[in-house]
């Protein structure tokens, strides 16, 4: 049996598959060998070090520890009914194989990745970058003198289920995007899957490879809630854990600080089925067990901790929108279902912050992320100012009123939308208030707000109006007719290239949620997909970015605007993505990455853009 030739990149390089025998050549990049255990191992010390010899030249860490909770029952899915090792938990349904395998049959047949184990790294040669000066067309001025300090957090992000691949491998238990992509019909609009991806669950090795020779300090990752828990709750998956015990022994190897995400978008499918996922408080004991596990675990390497990713998203946009007949859905619909996901959102984040900081004695910094647009008024007119200021309420006061300002949502939230927006006890608000450490604002573009045609009051007052419950309008063309920016890729039409609107919104948060508090603020995510790159044939052609570079410069050199000459407190940004990768209903031809992916061989290939993204933190002091 053979496995795909892995050619090496222009700046890269082949991975070898491991074999059984664990300690057998770790440079062969023979492609004869059967690839045997599905088994993450755990490389010895001597082992990491010969295999990342060109990549560190200092002595490797320690293998690391791990603290287990003895309060879950501890499994793994193969072929045979599981068999706990330890049990002390009565379990109320039923976590056999055969129930597993019932899950997966509700999502229908998975493609199967092209190899199934971990792959050895092989060394990184030096990044090459393109030849020509490719600085972007906005001007740095004499923002070229100011220095980022020490401590600044930079680095590129993923989340799992775009970037993992190996859907159905090593007893992961499906999530709602598996039954999404696969059963409901153009729900991804290119019809592709992340079944296998970028594949990063078993070529890891070499993408943490690939950082260190880029010497990027942060990685954002996000673990699999179904993988380490496949039915949600239950049985733990050990093999999960192997993996991301290797993941972050390879991570701290390679001198790269993890930012981790506990949940992006991908609620376990049983949970769906059990109680409709988010919209039932059942949900927040189920997440803070599995962040419970997750945190012990891997606490003492994790300096930054993300409870879950983009409420605003998954719970506006997606629990209206869900197609009614995949899973029982218990009446919790509509916009109801919006604001129970987002209540229950808050009350689990709030639960596991405080379970952190008082139960657990964390260190680290725990926050959400937040997905908002920079608003700007259409026109002077004090009408647009009011409607700016209601959008605003509704996408990021929404989670953060509570968070950062009163423990309740904002009025406007309350008086229009009655019933449909639970309310918190005084012991819930007070938990609320507070538990963010930071900021992350995932802030990618700027929209024009006006009011809705009927005007605000009457609106706010009518649930029948189109525009209820927001009652503005939001566009990206501006009262003169053009774009407020560039546009990326039509797979991706709400994103446009706003640099001077990231300077903006920064000193926009920082006056409305941070500033007061004395916290800072984090750019946790932006980024840009090129347009028509998926279009394009010669791989040369497609890593030739310009539009994308001209974004990262124009948004960095802003964010340093808005700290240096604004005194915005803004401490981090983390550029979307790694590499590209499934971008959930555009599928995999819209491309976000910093390094092209080439879907058939999965080799990676760094773009102009990841050269102009570390070059200005180099240029800045880091
Ligand atoms: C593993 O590889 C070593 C070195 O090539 C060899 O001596 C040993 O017999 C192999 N073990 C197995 C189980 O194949
Ligand atoms: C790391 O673990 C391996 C395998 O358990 C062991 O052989 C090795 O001695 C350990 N290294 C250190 C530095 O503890
Ligand atoms: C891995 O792939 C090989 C070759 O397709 C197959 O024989 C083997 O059963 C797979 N292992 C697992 C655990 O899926
Ligand atoms: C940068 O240039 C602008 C425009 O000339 C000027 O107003 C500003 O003071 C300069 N800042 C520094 C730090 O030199
Ligand atoms: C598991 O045990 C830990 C440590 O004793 C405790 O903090 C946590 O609340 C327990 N979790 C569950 C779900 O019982
Ligand atoms: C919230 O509390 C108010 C005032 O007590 C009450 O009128 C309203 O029905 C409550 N809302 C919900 C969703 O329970
Ligand atoms: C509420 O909005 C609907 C839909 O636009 C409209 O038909 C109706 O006349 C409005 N009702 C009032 C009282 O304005
Ligand atoms: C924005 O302003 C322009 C110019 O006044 C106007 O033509 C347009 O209708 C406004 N857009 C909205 C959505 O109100
Ligand atoms: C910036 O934020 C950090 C962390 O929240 C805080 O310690 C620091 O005091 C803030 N700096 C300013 C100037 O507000
Ligand atoms: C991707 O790999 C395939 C198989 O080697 C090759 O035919 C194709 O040209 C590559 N695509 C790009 C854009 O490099
Ligand atoms: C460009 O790619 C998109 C999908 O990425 C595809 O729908 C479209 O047909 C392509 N256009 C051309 C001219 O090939």
């Given at each position: 049996m053979s496995v795909p030739l892995l050619l090496c990149g222009l700046v890269g390089a082949a991975y070898a598959q491991t074999t059984a025998n664990a300690t057998s050549s770790v440079t062969s990049t023979s492609v004869d060998n059967a690839p045997t255990a599905s088994t993450s191992q755990t490389l010895s010390a001597a082992e990491t070090s010969s295999i990342l010899w060109s990549l560190q030249?200092?002595?490797p860490a320690d293998n690391l520890t791990f603290s287990s909770l003895s309060n879950f029952t501890y499994t793994s899915y193969t072929s045979q009914a599981p068999t706990p090792t330890t049990s002390v938990a009565t379990l109320p349904t039923d976590y056999s194989e055969q129930a597993w395998s019932m899950l997966w049959d509700q999502v229908g047949p998975v493609a199967t990745p092209p190899f199934n184990s971990t792959v050895i790294p092989?060394?990184?040669?030096?990044p090459v970058p393109p030849p020509y000066g490719f600085s972007s067309q906005v001007t740095t001025g004499n923002l070229s003198s100011y220095q980022l300090p020490s401590d600044f957090v930079w680095g590129v992000a993923s989340a799992a289920y775009q970037v993992e691949g190996a859907a159905m491998e090593e007893g992961r238990g499906p999530s709602i995007w598996d039954l999404l992509s696969h059963r409901v019909h153009?729900?991804?609009?290119?019809?592709t899957t992340g079944d296998i991806t970028d594949l990063h669950y078993y070529l890891y090795p070499q993408d943490i490879a690939r950082l260190k020779a880029f010497n990027i300090p942060y990685f954002s990752l996000t673990i699999s809630w179904s993988r380490v828990f496949p039915f949600g709750r239950g049985y733990v998956n050990e093999q999960a854990l192997a993996h991301y015990d290797d993941v972050i022994q390879r991570l701290v190897d390679a001198g790269i600080k993890p930012i981790v995400t506990l949940f992006h978008w991908d609620t376990p499918l049983a949970l769906m089925n059990d109680y409709n996922g988010w919209t039932s408080d059942q949900i927040i004991a189920?997440?803070?067990?599995?962040?419970?596990l997750v945190m012990t675990r891997y606490d003492k390497y994790v300096p930054i901790w993300v409870t879950v990713n983009e409420p605003q998203v998954y719970c506006g946009d997606e629990y209206p929108g869900f197609p009614s007949g995949y899973w029982p859905q218990y009446g919790v619909t509509g916009l109801r279902a919006q604001f129970y996901c987002g209540h229950n959102t808050l009350l689990a984040h709030a639960q596991i912050v405080d379970w952190y900081r008082?139960?657990?004695?964390?260190?680290g910094r725990v926050t959400f992320k937040n997905s908002a647009n920079n608003f700007i008024p259409n026109t002077t007119s004090s009408a647009d100012a009011a409607a700016v200021a209601r959008g605003n309420d509704f996408q990021?006061?929404?989670?953060n009123s509570p968070?950062?300002?009163?423990?309740?949502y904002p009025a406007s939230l309350r008086s229009t939308l009655g019933d449909l927006l639970p309310n918190f006890t005084a012991a819930e608000s007070a938990m609320v208030l507070g538990s963010c450490d930071f900021f992350a604002i995932d802030g990618y573009t700027t929209d024009i707000i006006a009011p809705a045609a009927s005007g605000i009051a009457d609106c706010a007052a009518n649930s029948s109006d189109p525009a209820w419950p927001t009652c503005i309008q939001q566009s990206q063309v501006t009262a003169s007719g053009w774009d407020v920016g560039f546009a990326a890729d039509p797979g991706a039409s709400w994103l446009k290239s706003d640099p001077t609107g990231v300077r903006q919104f920064l000193n926009y948060l920082q006056k409305t949620y941070t500033g007061p508090k004395g916290k800072d603020i984090v750019l946790s995510e932006f980024g840009f997909a090129e347009p028509f790159e998926n279009n394009f044939t010669a791989l040369p052609d497609a890593r030739y970015d310009q539009l994308r570079v001209d974004y990262f410069t124009g948004y960095l050199n802003n964010l340093l605007a808005a700290k240096v000459e604004d005194g915005v407190n803004v401490t981090g940004a983390v550029a979307w993505g790694v590499f590209d990768n499934f971008e959930w209903s555009s599928g995999l031809s819209t491309r976000f990455?910093?390094?092209?992916?080439?879907?058939?061989t999965l080799e990676r290939y760094p773009k102009a853009s990841l050269f102009t993204f570390m070059d200005f933190f180099k240029q800045h002091g880091l």
């Open positions: 030249s200092s002595a092989t060394p990184e040669p030096s153009g729900y991804v609009a290119d019809g189920d997440f803070l067990a599995y962040a419970q008082n139960t657990l004695g964390g260190t990021l006061g929404w989670f968070v950062w300002q009163t423990g309740d990455g910093l390094q092209y992916v080439n879907y058939t």
